[in-house]
């Protein structure tokens, strides 16, 4: 099965898309996570990776966790800074910012065709698929799971929670 990371909903150029295994994609997922949590500093940024982080298999189910760059969480107003944000998050993660939390060894190949393909999609990304409604539906669905502050971290990854918990933990 595996999950595919496309630009949005009517891109349709198979060559761009980002298509991973199930396992690839927690491997993604976590170094993202590890990376941003590190280089998050204010509040958009954190609620950035907690949106990663509910990418988790653990609570959707293997294969169940694709989705569209439109669908993160951009705003008009912020685009520049979120994209310059989200591009030094994939640099971070390619620098294998703090991969001593893995209890695994993630193959760097499959990591690096990943992140190459994620930072072509979001190069690519143009503001006017921003979707935000989705962004709307995000910032209801923090605020119903009392997600109003700065989202919290797990104690024991120091990565930022998603409301339904740590995406480390539930890959362990
Ligand atoms: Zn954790």
């Given amino acids: ?14 060559e761009e898309h ?14 993202l996570v590890l990376s941003g949590s590190t280089l ?6 954190k609620e ?26 951009w705003t008009r107003e ?3 800074d979120e994209k310059d944000f989200v591009l030094r998050v994939i640099d971070g993660a390619r620098e294998k910012l703090r991969w001593d939390v893995l209890n695994y060894n993630p193959t760097e190949e499959f990591v690096t065709f990943a992140l190459d393909r994620f930072q072509n999609l979001i190069n690519l990304f143009d503001e006017q698929y921003i979707n935000e409604e989705a962004y709307q539906e995000w910032q209801s669905y923090l605020k119903k799971y009392g997600f109003s502050e700065n989202p919290p971290m797990c104690q024991h990854h120091a ?3 998603h409301p339904a918990g740590c995406v480390l933990c539930h890959d362990s």
């Fill in 78 to 80: 912020g685009f520049v």
């Fill in 18 to 31: 980002l298509k991973m295994s199930n396992g690839l994609t927690s491997v993604f997922i976590a170094v």
């Fill in 40 to 45: 998050a500093q204010n509040k958009a940024e």
């Fill in 159 to 161: 990565v930022y929670l």
């Fill in 1 to 14: 099965m595996g999950n595919r990371i496309m630009l949005h909903r009517d891109h349709d150029n198979f």
């Fill in 48 to 73: 950035w990776m907690s949106w990663l982080a509910s990418r988790d298999q653990g609570i959707h189910g293997r294969g169940a966790v694709g989705f569209c760059i439109s669908d993160m969480p």
